[in-house]
């Protein structure tokens, strides 16, 4: 059983569009929101993180919205260029260990 | 250079063989993890470690065994048991209840 919820699995986005990736949990314990980068045949590498006391997070062209109420939080990459096309994972975790990671989604960025 | 290394890249089981991947790790972390990754179904915690020989099941470690005897080391060995192998196996470390996690390249492992 996933305790995050990740969607879409996929999604095809034009050079200069938006990319949103959205993610739903359950258990209100959960403390620490990190996103996860993923190349083709290396490891995950940590993206953007975010923490429920704030509702909004950017780095760059990447932004993180936390909604606690509705206990879902999503990914804004701005102005998505080829080099971004990668997979993402959203995770969750109490206590800042034992991440819970979303299924994934795969984005395709069109040049 | 600091990082985690996994090795083998590729390694092949054949039915019934127990065979063990290797990880380690220069940046003096404490924690150390085994995630298993399948199309879909995002990373999937098989054990941790927070202290040289001290390690706790995560949520998929039926079929997997560990050891931690050093702090840069912590192999996962996948044993007959395992029924479906077949996955790409990431390591990863972070300071004792750090946020970041280090992930490796990862081990993609086949059953022959």
């Known amino acids: 059983q996933q305790q995050v919820k990740q969607s879409p699995q996929s999604l095809i986005v034009q050079k200069g569009g938006i990319s949103i990736i959205n993610c739903a949990y359950e258990?209100?314990?959960?403390?620490?929101f990190p996103w996860y980068q993923q190349f083709p045949g290396k490891g995950p590498a940590l993206l953007i993180a975010?923490?429920?006391?704030?509702s909004e997070k950017k780095e760059g062209r990447f932004t993180i919205s936390f909604n606690k109420s509705a206990k879902q939080f999503s990914l804004h990459i701005m102005d998505s260029q080829p080099g971004d096309s990668a997979t993402y994972f959203c995770a969750a975790s109490m206590n800042d260990y034992k991440l819970s990671f979303g299924a994934g989604t795969t984005v395709t960025v069109r040049a | 250079d600091g990082g985690i290394t996994q090795s083998p890249k590729y390694l092949f089981r054949k039915e019934g063989q127990n065979v063990t991947l290797s990880c380690e790790q220069n940046?003096?972390?404490?924690?150390m993890y085994w995630y298993r990754q399948d199309p879909g179904q995002g990373l999937r915690l098989i054990y941790y470690s927070q202290i040289v020989n001290d390690f706790q099941k995560g949520d998929i470690a039926e079929g997997y065994s560990v050891s931690r005897e050093k702090k840069e080391s912590f192999p996962l060995t996948v044993t007959s048991a395992q029924k479906n192998p077949t996955a790409f196996y990431l390591c990863?470390?972070?300071?004792?209840?750090?946020?970041?996690?280090?992930f490796g390249s990862g081990t993609q492992l086949s059953v022959l």
């Open positions: 975010i923490r429920p006391d704030v």
């Open positions: 258990n209100t314990a959960f403390d620490y």
């Open positions: 990863a470390s972070s300071r004792l209840r750090g946020e970041k996690l280090f």
């Open positions: 940046l003096n972390h404490d924690a």
